[in-house]
């Protein structure tokens, strides 16, 4: 079992910045691999960022590559998410997940104002 707890999001005006961060309990989160997921509103839980559990791959979602980045820290059984440039249409909730899916965390509010 593991327990995914996000923190870091809150209210940030357009083109600015917010850093995210999830912290896993339990002794397997440096083999997991992990991403983070947002769910806007009105709409589906959609894919923002993976990464593997070495951080050799990183992968995200197209409305945010060049914007976000996902990183991970295995000795501190945490996992990130710095963003950049944020947009009102980045506002939502996010979350962090294992395993694509296998764990979830409860969320954390961002919201952009324009």
């Known amino acids: 079992q593991v327990r995914l707890v996000e923190s870091g999001g809150g209210l940030v005006q357009a083109g600015g910045s917010l850093s995210l961060s999830c912290v896993a309990s339990?002794?397997?989160?440096?083999?997991?691999?992990m991403g983070w997921f947002r769910q806007r509103p009105g709409k589906e839980r959609e894919f923002v960022a993976v990464?593997?559990?070495?951080?050799?791959?990183?992968d995200y979602g197209a409305s945010v590559k060049g914007r976000f980045t996902i990183s991970r820290d295995n000795a501190k059984n945490s996992l990130y998410l710095q963003m950049n440039s944020l947009r009102p249409e980045d506002t939502g909730v996010y979350y962090c997940?294992?395993?694509?899916?296998?764990?979830w965390g409860q969320g954390t509010q961002v919201t952009v104002s324009s």
């Open positions: 339990g002794r397997t989160f440096s083999s997991y691999t």
């Open positions: 990464i593997s559990w070495s951080g050799g791959n990183i």
């Open positions: 997940a294992a395993e694509g899916g296998l764990y």
